[in-house]
């Protein structure tokens, strides 16, 4: 089984979180793919104090497809500088990892 990753970016708005989540999931790059609430995001940007509201998504994913995850992010975000961090599942449901694992088989039909 390949290594599962969990991918973590912010999308401005919903349309664009759904936008991202729709074109992963369906190049089976992610397995699946959680658009959460919005939240309120407190960073500092060329030099300045930047409040932003967000729509956070949580990516499964596996590590032989990041590059192609990283690209397709960057392709459809509108952020000059996105944030896309990748954390390696550890651990989990062994039947969960493996259906992530199904699901992002490039190969399949």
Not at 10 to 21: F, G, S, Y
Request: proline fraction near 5%; include cysteine; hydrophobic fraction near 45%.
């Amino acid at each position: 089984m390949d290594n599962a990753l969990l991918v973590i970016t912010n999308a401005p708005d919903r349309a664009v979180a759904l936008k991202i989540a729709h074109e992963l999931v369906e190049r089976r790059l992610a397995a699946c793919v959680n658009m959460l609430g919005d939240c309120d995001s407190v960073y500092r940007w060329q030099g300045r104090l930047e409040t932003a509201r967000e729509v956070p998504l949580l990516i499964k994913t596996r590590e032989a497809v990041y590059v192609d995850v990283e690209a397709a992010i960057r392709k459809l975000h509108p952020y000059e500088l996105p944030e896309i961090i990748a954390v390696r599942i550890e651990r989990g449901l062994p039947e969960y990892l493996q259906w992530v694992t199904a699901q992002t088989l490039t190969d399949i039909s």
